[in-house]
């Protein structure tokens, strides 16, 4: 299965596409924690995209494309993968479709997860995440079962992300609209677009996203 997951930031492609890989044993690709992860050991991309991210603007298509195209060589993608925060761009989705017919593969279907403008920013100004595992959690809408304390790992250290605040958040959304959502008809065109309801609670989303991803199991 190779699965891309669309949608604005904080319209929840990082929580589905935890549940996702689970269900389906295919990695999870996250450009965005792969950004982080560059920026946090210092290297020569996360120096230049350090300040991209915190401006709530676009790494270059270069980097990315490149940085892609490592990743999905990798072993763990064999079985499939969900692109989360890829393609971002024309050009990223024109690089993405030629690097996958170079290896006679191609995406199988795309997911919008559609969710209003006003909700994203209250998500993603809530967003914390496990400092050890990586688990996410909001909160308000996704609180762990005892305060303080993983679910996952019963880590007792989170962290928040440096561009995850209400002035960002404006930015974020209009790279989305302006760069991002132009992707959408390439997709379509190639009719692989469908749509999911992001404002439904988490558990809900997952019902509707994997109601049409056993489809293609099942194919
Ligand atoms: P990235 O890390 O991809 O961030 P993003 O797209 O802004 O998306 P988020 O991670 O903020 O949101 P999400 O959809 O994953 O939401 P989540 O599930 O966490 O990118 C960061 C930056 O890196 C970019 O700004 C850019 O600079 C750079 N970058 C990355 N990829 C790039 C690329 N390809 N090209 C160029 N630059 C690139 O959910 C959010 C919160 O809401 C959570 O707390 C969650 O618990 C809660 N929540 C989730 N679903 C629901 C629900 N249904 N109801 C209520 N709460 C919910
Ligand atoms: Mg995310
Ligand atoms: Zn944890």
């Known amino acids: 299965m190779k699965l891309i997951l669309l949608g604005p930031p904080g319209a929840g492609k990082g929580t589905q596409a935890k549940r996702l890989q689970d269900r389906y044993g295919v990695v999870q690709i ?26 709530g603007q ?9 940085m892609l195209a490592g990743r999905i060589e990798r072993a763990d993608c064999a079985p499939g993968f969900i692109l989360d925060g890829f393609p971002r761009t024309v050009p990223q989705a024109q690089a993405l479709d030629a690097m996958l017919t170079s290896k006679s593969m191609q ?26 595992c990586g688990a996410g959690y909001h909160d308000e809408f996704q609180k762990p079962v005892i305060a303080g304390v993983c679910d996952k790992c019963g880590g007792t250290a989170f962290v928040r992300r440096a ?43 997952t019902v509707e996203l994997t109601a049409l991803l056993d489809t293609l199991v099942a194919a």
């Open 58 to 66: 676009l790494v270059s298509d270069d980097i990315l494309i490149r």
């Open 107 to 132: 995406i199988d279907m795309v997911v919008e997860l559609k969710v209003d403008d006003a909700a994203l920013t209250d998500r993603i100004a809530g967003r914390y995440t496990c400092k050890a």
């Open 30 to 55: 996250s450009t965005g924690d792969m950004l982080r992860a560059e920026v946090s050991a210092g290297s020569e991309v996360g120096l230049q995209a350090k300040a991209v991210m915190e401006a």
């Open 163 to 205: 561009d995850d605040n209400r002035e960002t958040v404006g930015a974020r959304l209009a790279a989305y609209h302006a760069q991002t959502a132009p992707i959408l008809p390439h997709y379509a065109a190639q009719g692989k677009l469908r749509e999911v309801d992001g404002m439904a609670d988490i558990d809900a989303v």
